[in-house]
């Protein structure tokens, strides 16, 4: 009699705890736009916590894999992690919608690299981010961009710190892509057969790759490298945001297509070749350089910085560091033979106040307002700082 009785008060129990389990009977795609917010092993572990759960990881579609850069776990969790990943790929429903997959470790092989992007293409992924997250270089290795070929990625973003390998009949094709983002990579050429140092012929050495990405919006290339590259291409019909920084290469001339950009961001760059063609949409520039560092007190780079502002002339809206506003006025008279190149401009932003800054601004005003007499003036005395001195010229 005893045992019944007990047996009545767990069964009640656990109806009496069922009736209050109110996470449990959540929709599972509210459990899912949960389960986005949280490290994907967090996800495995959790389902534990309810039989309905048990495997509702398996069909989660926002999958994120991060493993912080931390010298204490590095060699415990880190090591481990690559493993992690390959099984929960392998245990996945293979039918089930893969939405995004943000992948970011202090520790990435080749080999699991190009086994996440053939998983995300095999599985119409529309947002891929792969982020290696250690400062230690690896570049043990390239992928061939044949292997991005996909009708669903609408966002890419990969700082990997490996190579892009380009060979003439192979490419990427990517034809619904919005953003593009790619930091540390290295394009190479490679012709069949050959590697890419061994050709002479400088048409060889021209490498074009987004004119295929009929819907790319955004384009930023961060600290990426061009290996024995003469001309870098980028052509893009429906291209409205670019930001090139601190690109590595020796002497690549770059070659920009792009009827509707709006917004360039030039930042940090060593002194290249710059040729831009129809870019009758062009409203904002930033323009930052590091000359300094190369060269000092060379005419060609003030040469070079004018036959780049031509380039740019329908912007409206120029931001220049204090860099480029130190080598323009050391050379006056190069500025007065060449004059003001935008005939569009209405806003001219300093970076950070230059010195001595009376000199500084009357030359300024002299070169910038050469066409346009309204041009207003935004001095920023640091630039962390919302703290601003505004000059309207009259």
């Given amino acids: 009699m005893v045992r019944r009785k007990s047996i009545k008060v767990s069964d009640r129990a656990e109806e009496t705890i069922g009736d209050d389990d109110r996470i449990s009977r959540l929709p599972i795609e509210l459990i899912h736009q949960i389960y986005s917010l949280m490290d994907t092993r967090f996800c495995v572990q959790s389902s534990l916590l309810s039989r309905r759960w048990r495997n509702i990881w398996k069909s989660q579609p926002y999958l994120n894999f991060k493993i912080e850069t931390d010298p204490y776990t590095f060699l415990t969790i880190g090591s481990k992690f690559p493993n992690f990943v390959h099984r929960f790929l392998s245990a996945r429903e293979k039918h089930a919608e893969l939405v995004t997959i943000d992948f970011r470790s202090n520790s990435i092989k080749l080999s699991l690299l190009k086994e996440i992007v053939t998983y995300a293409i095999s599985h119409r992924t529309q947002k891929l981010n792969i982020e290696y997250l250690s400062g230690i ?130 930042n940090h760059m060593a002194p290249c070749s710059f040729l831009a063609n129809n870019l009758d949409s062009l409203e904002t520039v930033i323009f930052r350089t590091i000359y300094g560092t190369y060269l000092e007190d060379q005419p060609k780079i003030v040469e070079f ?75 920023k005395h640091n630039p962390t700082s919302s703290e601003q001195v505004v000059i309207r010229f009259s």
Wanted: proline share 5%; glycine share 4%; net charge positive.
């Fill in 137 to 266: 270089p690896t570049r043990r290795g390239g992928v061939d961009l044949s292997l991005f070929k996909s009708r669903y990625l609408q966002e890419v973003s990969l700082n990997i710190d490996f190579e892009f390998l380009k060979t003439p009949t192979l490419t990427w094709d990517l034809p619904a892509l919005t953003t593009l983002h790619l930091e540390r990579v290295t394009f190479t050429l490679c012709s069949p057969g050959s590697n890419s140092s061994s050709s002479s012929n400088s048409s060889s050495k021209s490498l074009e790759l987004f004119s295929t990405f009929p819907n790319l919006k955004t384009l930023v290339l961060v600290h990426c490298r061009l290996w024995d590259i003469h001309t870098f291409y980028i052509t893009s019909s429906g291209l409205k945001n670019l930001t090139l920084e601190r690109i590595l290469h020796h002497s690549c001339r770059f070659v920009i297509t792009a009827p509707k950009l709006s917004s360039f961001t030039y």
């Fill in 305 to 379: 910085m004018i036959d780049t502002f031509h380039q740019l002339y329908n912007a409206k809206f120029l931001t220049l560091n204090k860099d480029a506003l130190m080598f323009l006025t050391r050379f006056p008279e190069l500025l007065e033979r060449r004059g003001c190149p935008f005939v569009r401009l209405q806003s001219l932003t300093l970076d950070e106040k230059p010195h001595p800054l009376s000199v500084v601004i009357t030359d300024i005003i002299n070169y910038f307002r050469g066409n346009s007499s309204g041009v207003m003036v935004t001095i």
